[in-house]
Antibody, heavy 117, light 110 residues
């Protein structure tokens, strides 16, 4: 089965850092672009970042640019999101997701990040 | 990167049709044919129901259809069923090589 499993969420103070991981299985990880998408409590989906299959050309939403860094390790089939200078408004469920021709065809179950002020 | 605009809610009786609009700009929805739609049930991860404006993934009923005119895309759910009650989000690839989601629409089956 194709699967994405996020981990690394938790409670962190404002200004702190957290690194999320996403372990992939059931497909050739190095063939696919990947995304992070988040959803604040009771709110809609917000695209956060995307990285190409070879780890090049990361792109970010303006709301996280300069604070978050997306990366991947194709040898470990793992996607990462390094989150620095966290703010209360970064509180959300963070989904790892697989891209297929500019749409998302596989989603993880999400990991919850709570930033306390 | 403003979110695409969707109506907050839509509803219909079982068997009826409901259409959800998704309005963007010439830099996103109007720029390309990479508009997709996602269904999300409470507490669950989203699921794609339409991609590239009109295409349905395998396993998605043909009751779901998509279209686009200019800067506005639409999702129609025909023959509404109880399990169609969910939140729906549109999304578009943009000319800035990033992505944007819609504000979301809660569909209620009366």
């Amino acid at each position: 089965d194709v699967q994405l499993v996020e981990s690394g969420g938790g409670l962190v103070q404002s200004g702190g850092s957290l690194r999320l991981s996403c372990a992939a299985s059931g497909f050739t990880f190095s063939d696919y672009w990947l995304h992070w998408v988040r959803q604040a409590p009771g709110k809609g989906l917000e695209w956060v970042s995307r990285i190409r299959s070879d780890g090049s050309v990361p792109v970010y939403a303006d709301s996280v640019k300069g604070r978050f860094t997306i990366s991947r390790d194709n040898a470990k089939n793992t996607l990462y999101l390094q989150m620095n200078s966290l703010r209360a408004e970064d509180t959300a469920v963070y989904f790892c997701a697989r891209d297929s021709r500019f749409h998302i065809d596989v989603w993880g179950q999400g990991t919850t990040v709570t930033v306390s002020s | 990167q403003s979110a695409l605009t969707q109506p907050p809610s839509a509803s219909g009786s079982p068997g009826q049709s409901v259409t959800i609009s998704c309005t963007g700009t010439s830099s996103d929805v109007g720029d390309n044919d990479y508009v997709s739609w996602y269904q999300q049930h409470p507490g669950k991860a989203p699921k794609v129901v339409i991609y590239e404006v009109t295409k349905r993934p395998s396993g998605v009923p043909d009751r779901f259809s998509g279209s686009k005119s200019g800067n506005t895309a639409s999702l129609t759910v025909s023959g509404l069923q109880a399990e169609d009650e969910a939140d729906y989000y549109c999304s578009s690839y943009t000319g800035s090589k990033n992505y944007v989601f819609g504000t979301g629409t809660k569909v209620t089956v009366l």
